[in-house]
Structure formats: structure tokens, C-alpha cells
């Protein structure tokens, strides 16, 4: 459960940037949170796939 923790930390942060500029690149997001959270490969498809989601939730 250790790793989840950076993951959590970055879907805060991405959800922080798009909180003060909605109309921010998601993929400029994912790939800076996955810099500053040290994030695997794979928890950035999660991140990415994730935002995916939401969006199509949205509308």
C-alpha cells in the first residue's frame, strides 16, 4: 500500500491545476505529476486513464 500514496498525492495536484485552469493539457499534467510524485510507467497510464474516465463522466 506504500505506493499509493504518490499516486494519491498526484491526482490532488492535477485536480489542484485544473481547479485553477480548467482548460490545462491533461497529458503536460500527467507527465509533471508523474516527475514531481516519481511515478512508474504504469501509475501514469493509471493517471491518464483515470482523467479519462472523469472527463467522459462529465458529460
Not at 492535477?14 to 491533461?26: G, S
Not at 499534467?29 to 501514469?44: C, M, N, Q
Amino acid at each position: 500500500m506504500a505506493g499509493e500514496a504518490p499516486i494519491r498525492q498526484a491526482v490532488k495536484w492535477i485536480d489542484e491545476q485544473l481547479l485553477d485552469n480548467p482548460k490545462a493539457d491533461r497529458i503536460k499534467l500527467v507527465d509533471e505529476a508523474s516527475r514531481r510524485f516519481d511515478l512508474s510507467p504504469l501509475d501514469e497510464d493509471f493517471l491518464l486513464r483515470h482523467l479519462a474516465e472523469r472527463a467522459r463522466d462529465k458529460k
